[in-house]
Each structure stands twice: as structure tokens, then as C-alpha cells.
């Protein structure tokens, strides 16, 4: 509710703050449980600063993050440490987010030990399991990050991730590094997860084909704030907020005689240390008005399962 993260950008020799980049701005929505919500943005809009502020892995600089009730940013980081076993973390490179000095075996049993697995023997079950469970044989326990493919490796951080039997976990771009024909089968393990272990998703990506496979509701975001928030298929047939549509008419459809309206954005992503005011899309909006300059849009219903940040609609 009302996340922010604020860089400070430090400048000159003594390093003193000159500016601030506005990475996370005002961010409101919630996950309900089982769900899987996409959040869909260009590079830069601060999803993945996001996904790292709702953990706590970076601090947020105001606003709450609430879990079951609890609010996070008040909890010390020893209660957040325990916490944070519910809420697991999936990183677009897996190769990067994997020690490449360790067995797999010690990269997965990190996570079981830091929560109080003190036996050997159990962790290295567990290990065998989880391996099992993301369709990888036992015997890669002992091998090296080198020696898997990406859509392997992105098991092994799956098979990390589920190691406590998390709740929630935060998905960043975690197909966007892989061959198209991995994604669909990583995407597909996902899901096939979610069922079984009845776990809550918040996935974030560039691509909308893989949002709208995977997603139940999609986020919209733009320049640190979510612009639309809605069930996949309104969002996909029935965008309201002007960046949705200009988004959705970039995507290629496959038959030639659907006609859609084609909203082509002018204009670079503007820099988050220096935000439009009001809306901060009005600088690109072909809807442009007066009071779009001036009035930031609240974040509203514009039904009762469809939120738009646009003066058309508030
Ligand atoms: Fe465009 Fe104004 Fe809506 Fe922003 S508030 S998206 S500038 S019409
Ligand atoms: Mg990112």
C-alpha cells in the first residue's frame, strides 16, 4: 500500500546526494491467496525493485507491505528473517542468483539449514525431494551450476525457493533468460506447482504473452506506479488506461481481419529521477488533458474488479 523506493543518486567527489531516483512510486495492490498476479511494465519501471521491496530484501523507503495481516515494515529483521520463510524469491538469471562454487546439493540445502534443518541426513532428503518435485534425478545434487542448462539451472532455483514450503513467491522475469521453447515448460512447471503445493504467485515480466499464459489478474506499471490492475481477460480485451491500450496494440494478432485500434507511444520511458508531474504518462498520452499536468489520477475503481490511475475514467 502505497510502496516507495527512493534512491538517493549520489554525485561530485564527495559523494554527496544530488537527486533521487524515483523507483518505486506510490504502489498499491494486493495478491489474493492461490492467485497468480502478473505485473507487466517496461524495463525500468521498477518491477523488479518492487518485488525486492515487498520482501524486505531491499528497504522500502515509505508505504506498507502487508502479509496475512502483518506489516512487514514493522517487523525487526530478526522477525522478518523467520517471516521470510513464507515468501520466496525467483530471479530472471539463475545462473547469476546460483553460487557457482557450490553443489547444488549446498545451494538448496542453504535455505533448510538457515531455518533450523540441523540434520544432515534430513537436508540431504529434502534436497533429493525437491529435485524430484522441479523433475530434475538426484544424482544432480552433486553436480555444478556450469553443468546444467538455463532451464535447468531455473529448476534448481525453483527447487531453493520451495525448500521451506513457502507461501508466496515473487517470480522476477524468471523465463525472460531462457529459449522460448524452455519458457513454456518452465511456465508450466510454475502452474503445475501452484496447484500442487496451493502457493500464491506475484510474476513479474516485460513480456505480456507470458503474463497473459500464466497470469490470473495483470498489473500494469509505469515510471514506479501501477496504472491498471484487472482480471487477465478484461485487461487483455478491455484496456482502459491509454499505456494498456498502446501496449496491447503494439502485440501482433494472428488474424487479419480483427481490427484494432493502434496507439503508437512518441517519446523515450521518461527518467524516474526526474517524473512528470501529474500523470506521469501525460508526457506520451494522445489523451493528454490540462488537468492531466497537474493532478496525479488516483488509483480507483472503475468497476468492481477493475482499478485505472486516469482522469478519463475518475
Ligand atoms: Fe493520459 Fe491523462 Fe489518463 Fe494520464 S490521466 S493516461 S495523461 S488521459
Ligand atoms: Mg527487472
Redesign the pocket.
Known amino acids: 500500500s502505497h510502496l516507495k523506493k527512493y534512491f538517493d543518486i549520489k554525485g561530485g567527489i564527495f559523494g554527496k546526494s544530488v537527486g533521487e531516483v524515483k523507483a518505486v512510486d506510490d504502489l498499491s495492490f494486493s495478491v489474493n491467496e492461490g492467485e497468480i498476479l502478473g505485473i507487466v511494465g517496461e524495463s525500468g519501471c521498477g518491477k523488479s525493485t518492487a518485488g525486492k521491496s515487498i520482501l524486505r530484501l531491499i528497504e522500502p523507503t515509505d508505504g506498507s507491505v502487508k502479509f496475512e495481516g502483518t506489516d512487514l515494515t514493522d517487523l525487526t529483521s530478526e522477525e522478518m528473517r523467520q517471516l521470510r520463510k513464507n515468501m520466496q524469491i525467483i530471479f530472471q538469471d539463475p545462473y547469476a542468483s546460483l553460487n557457482p562454487r557450490h553443489k547444488v546439493e549446498r545451494i538448496i540445502s542453504e535455505p533448510l539449514l538457515i531455518h533450523g534443518m540441523k540434520s544432515s541426513k534430513e537436508r540431504k532428503e529434502r534436497v533429493k525431494e525437491l529435485l524430484e518435485i522441479v523433475g530434475l534425478e538426484a544424482y544432480h545434487a552433486s553436480r555444478y551450476p556450469h553443468q546444467f542448462s538455463g532451464g535447468q539451472r531455473q529448476r534448481i532455483g525453483i527447487a531453493r525457493a520451495l525448500a521451506n514450503n513457502p507461501k508466496l513467491i515473487i517470480c522476477d522475469e524468471p523465463v525472460s533468460a531462457l529459449d522460448v521453447s524452455v519458457q513454456s515448460q518452465i511456465l508450466n512447471l510454475m502452474e503445475e506447482l501452484r496447484e500442487k503445493f496451493k502457493l500464491t504467485y506475484v510474476f513479474i515480466a516485460h513480456d505480456l504473452s507470458v503474463v497473459k499464459h500464466i497470469s490470473d489478474r495483470v498489473g500494469v506499471m509505469y515510471l514506479g506506479r501501477m496504472v491498471e490492475l484487472t482480471d487477465k481477460h478484461t485487461l487483455f480485451n478491455d484496456p482502459k488506461?491509454?499505456?494498456t491500450r498502446a501496449l496491447m496494440s503494439a502485440v501482433p494478432i494472428a488474424d487479419p481481419d480483427i481490427e484494432r485500434e493502434r496507439i503508437i507511444l512518441e517519446g523515450d520511458v521518461p527518467s524516474p529521477s526526474n517524473p512528470p508531474t501529474g500523470?506521469a504518462?501525460?508526457t506520451r498520452?494522445p489523451?493528454?488533458?490540462d488537468i492531466?499536468k497537474e493532478v496525479r489520477?488516483e488509483f480507483e475503481n472503475v468497476d468492481d474488479k477493475h482499478l485505472v490511475a486516469?482522469?478519463?475514467y475518475n
Open positions: 488506461h491509454p499505456y500523470c504518462f501525460h498520452c489523451y493528454a488533458m492531466c489520477p486516469c482522469h478519463l
